[in-house]
């Protein structure tokens, strides 16, 4: 029943996706492909990880007329992130067509080269409503060709303010188009914006139980916030994760946790929607090449973030909607590790988690946390720590470059160099503790395409 050699997709976009090792579709595609393949609008609610983008990829792909230069589909997403992850994923799938165009418009970055890409024609527009929108205005993008719209994240999109120009936008396609709307969970506003720019839709849902995921959840009551914190504190020491996400319901909340985790000795950042993209980039660089252990964030701001082995998620409250909590615990324990799920709940919150154990049919056992003599018990640090230097791709510096630098004469050992992130300006690289003296030391002494560059630990 999965095997994409059923659906009548073109035979060369077919052969690509057994060179990709996509053995067979995700419930997702599954059931929205044979839709979107005959036409229709789709309306379908699935969370990141579930291979969405291929489901609408596959879709616009393969409606495409190469020889026309002309933009013909529009996926518009939430933050410039998702926006090169949509990007990176429809590039692959269109690896066996030749001469496909992908452009990404996204805003905090200048608009100058946008304008000179787009005079140079594009098949394919993905973007964030706020920067397509600017180039709608300047009238230095025509979407009268649209074939096909993607609205990918629909809901976060809407929670992020972009309702009026995405109707803007969608005011300046064709009627006669194909509309696909993606969103993890589907409140009231999205069926608004539904009823408005679809043509009745086909409405998907598939499971979002984590079936072939391995996930221990366990439920602390407690009284108040210091108890949550010194819970957090106690579970973090036992269970010692590389990678946990703690979610809160508030972003001030965010900042109080992370604050309070980071004056016991834990390296934790708060992730929300205030943050400016570069502050955010670098929380993101730092959570991901693991020289940051606690990441705590809104559910908003964590949407989309395309970090999926983390050892433990957190729930700091009980998430004010059920589907909410099954997203987010369904970060941890992919893979085949098993993830850790901990909640804390106060007896206010109890109906809640009786809710879940009914809509879920787990049966809640209250745990009780690790015992709080154990003082000595120390915070733990990253195995990592991020080291920044002042050069990035305006300076041509690659991460070749960096791990070439960093290993060569007097150097640290290959092994203990980590992640390497090239920005327009910056460069970021993890190396491991032991190392982060002597990786500083070379690198500040050194030269990196011919030039000193300076370099700092973060
Ligand atoms: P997404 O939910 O679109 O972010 O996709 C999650 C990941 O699954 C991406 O890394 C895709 O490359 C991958 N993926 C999507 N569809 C398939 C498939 N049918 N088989 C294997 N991997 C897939």
Do not use: W
């Amino acid at each position: 029943m999965s095997d994409f050699s059923q659906l009548r997709l073109r035979s060369d976009l077919l052969g690509n996706l057994a060179s990709l090792g996509y053995e067979a579709m995700t419930p997702i595609q599954a059931a929205s492909l044979p839709h979107v393949l005959n036409g229709r609008d789709v309306i379908a609610q699935a969370r990141t990880g579930s291979g969405k983008t291929a489901a609408f990829g596959l879709g616009l792909l393969d409606k495409l007329d190469v020889e026309r230069f002309r933009i013909q589909s529009l996926v518009l997403c939430p933050t410039r992130e998702l926006a090169d992850q949509v990007a990176r994923e429809l590039r692959k799938l269109a690896r066996a067509i030749h001469n496909i165009k992908i452009l990404t418009l996204c805003g905090g970055q200048p608009i100058g080269p946008q304008i000179g890409s787009l005079e140079h024609g594009a098949h394919i527009i993905v973007g964030t409503p706020g920067r397509v929108g600017d180039h709608i205005r300047k009238g230095t993008l025509q979407l009268d060709h649209v074939a096909m719209l993607v609205l990918d994240e629909a809901d976060r999109m809407l929670d992020m303010g972009f309702q009026d120009e995405l109707d803007s936008i969608v005011g300046q396609l064709p009627a006669s188009r194909q509309t696909l709307l993606f969103s993890a969970t589907y409140p009231e506003q999205i069926a608004s914006i539904a009823e408005r720019v679809m043509h009745d839709p086909e409405r998907i849902e598939v499971e979002t139980s984590h079936s072939g995921q391995s996930i221990q959840q366990r439920f602390y009551p407690v009284n108040n916030d210091d108890e949550r914190i010194e819970g957090l504190r106690l579970l973090l020491i036992k269970h010692r994760p590389d990678s946990a996400i703690v979610f809160c319901n508030t972003k001030v909340e965010t900042e109080t946790v992370a604050d309070a985790l980071r004056s016991i000795g834990f390296t934790a950042l708060p992730l929300h929607g205030d943050l400016e993209q570069k502050a955010r980039d670098l929380v993101l660089v730092r959570f991901a090449n693991k020289s940051a252990t606690v990441l705590v964030a809104t559910d908003v701001a964590a949407r989309g973030l395309d970090i999926d082995d983390l050892d433990a998620v957190f729930n700091f409250h009980v998430a004010r909607d059920l589907d909410v909590h099954v997203h987010r615990i369904g970060r941890t324990g992919r893979a085949g590790s098993t993830g850790l799920a901990f909640t804390f709940f106060s007896e206010k919150e109890r109906y809640k988690i009786d809710a879940l154990a009914e809509r879920t049919g787990i049966k809640i056992k209250e745990a009780s946390l690790p015992a709080a003599n154990q003082r000595n018990q120390t915070t733990y640090k990253p195995p990592m720590v991020t080291l920044q230097i002042d050069g990035g791709k305006k300076q041509k510096v690659r991460p070749g470059d960096i791990l070439g630098a960093l290993t060569g004469e007097d150097g640290v050992p290959g092994k203990a160099v980590g992640k390497i992130n090239v920005t327009d300006t910056n460069a970021f690289v993890a190396v491991t503790r032991d190392h982060a003296k002597q990786a500083l030391a070379k690198l500040s002494s050194g030269k990196l395409k011919g030039r000193s560059f300076r370099a700092r630990r973060i």
